[in-house]
């Protein structure tokens, strides 16, 4: 089930305990697990409140990682930034529902002098620094028999057995969030933006013009 960042946005935001993330859940009804950032960021809360849930740490090489971040969530935090993309998403609602997760990403977890952002933005070793310091962190913590260490590459396999569930028949291993399928889709948002910001104008100039022929 994919979260429902706007209800994330008003119900939890920065929880402070994990019971705001049980009403938030208890909330979504059928949430049964979570995925990624913003959620990933609070796995310490989310263990307190699940202690027998099962954990999947996905991990890469951490090299790429820091250019997918890179080309990824710090493009769209520079893109959403500038005009006219900072007006027309609050126009139409979709700065909001975003602001929450970027915050978080520029949030310093526990113990850490970098956030996600910070630590891609300052060059390899903060971000290689950052990337091992958390996977350590998630492997001393979280139980052996309850984890799995996961790389996308691997398919369903895997993590279909971890999670007792079987292969879907006939159903590729998905690739989401391909860097760049994003930032074509980034790249769309701001080409949309301008045709907002500055077509509607145009157009009811024209039309004004038009209306203005015919009547007089």
Sequence with gaps: MSLNIAHYNTRVS???HAQEFKTFLEEEKKARSTVDYPSSFYWKKLLELFP??????TT????TWRKSVLESICFFKQIVGQF????????????PKFRVPMEVCEAFPDGYSHSVISASEAGDKEAQDFFNKWNAEVLATVPKERMLVFQAKEGWAPLCQFLG???PEGVEYPRANDTAEFRGT?????????????????????LMRLLASVIF
């Design 84 to 95: 006219p993309v900072c007006i027309v998403g609050e126009w139409i609602g979709v700065s």
């Design 60 to 63: 890469r090489n951490p090299e």
């Design 165 to 167: 569930v079987p292969v």
């Design 14 to 16: 920065r929880p402070r």
């Design 52 to 57: 027998d849930a099962k954990v999947v740490l």
């Design 186 to 206: 980034v790249k769309k948002v701001r080409a949309l933006s301008y045709a907002i910001l500055f077509g509607v104008p145009i157009i009811a100039a024209v």
